[in-house]
């Protein structure tokens, strides 16, 4: 496959792979000077009208072209790989990121399945034991207290918070998706949010860290501080980076 076919071929999957194909191929087409500066003010529909023959050409008949109508040809659909590479690219991701958090609802609405067929099994003893006679209202109290015992300490029931707890205990997945996603190069507006966010992350992965380095505020959205909290004074626990960023 040439290096012109790579460039126009399509993703089949969502996975992995095909990012780190599309972050490889962004990379590429930067090298190439596709991103260069001078070439922004090209309206999308221009650099599209001289890309799309390029898009259907043989490799081979590249060398048949004539200048200049091969380096503008070639040019435009450089840059506009570039622009599509890296749409597509943000839009596997987005959809990486939904397969994470379905599979980590889905564990979760597992799990609150188990808790209630054990709350069931509670209730029914407790309706048993009031349906007989023969327990005394002291041995009433501390059975149903022994039954329900297992229970007294469990958190609320906000199903958002614990599916954003199992998705931070699956550090070996969504770890790898983010750091593919810091070599994205973006266009953020300085104030946003956003922007002091994926400073800090790539930061922390430079240092091949997984906890926020001591004395820095939390640039994440609040929902995740106290997963993010949890871990900022211990060292060698496992990592709890959100992936909302």
Not at 105 to 125: C, D, G, M, P, W
Not at 139 to 150: D, G, K, T, W, Y
Not at 202 to 227: C, E, M
Request: hydrophobic fraction near 45%.
């Amino acid at each position: 496959m040439t290096v012109l076919e790579w460039l126009r071929y399509p993703p089949h999957r969502v996975g992995r792979r095909d990012i780190a194909d599309y972050v490889e191929r962004a990379q590429t087409l930067r090298e190439l000077g596709a991103d260069r500066d001078d070439w922004a003010d090209i309206a999308e529909a221009r650099l599209y009208h001289y890309a799309r023959v390029m898009l259907r050409r043989k490799p081979a008949a590249l060398r048949r072209l004539r200048e200049p109508r091969r380096t503008v040809e070639l040019a435009c659909f450089l840059r506009w790989q570039l622009l599509r590479s890296t749409d597509t690219l943000l839009d596997l991701a987005d959809h990486r990121i939904v397969d994470l958090w379905r599979a980590a609802r889905e564990h979760v609405e597992a799990a609150v399945s188990l808790k209630l067929t054990s709350y069931q099994r509670v209730i029914a003893t407790v309706i048993a034991l009031a349906d007989d006679p023969s327990v005394s209202d002291q041995a009433f109290r501390e059975r149903v207290r022994a039954v329900a015992a297992p229970f007294a300490g469990e958190p609320g029931g906000n199903r958002s918070a614990a599916i954003r707890k199992e998705l931070s205990s699956r550090s070996a997945t969504v770890r790898p998706l983010l750091k593919q996603v810091m070599d994205v190069p973006l266009d953020i507006p300085a104030g946003h949010p956003l922007s002091k966010a994926l400073l800090v992350l790539r930061a922390v992965y430079a240092a091949d860290g997984r906890a926020l380095p001591a004395g820095t505020d939390n640039p994440f959205p609040k929902v995740w501080a106290p997963l993010i909290r949890s871990l900022h004074p211990l060292p060698g626990c496992r990592d709890r980076v959100p992936i909302e960023v």
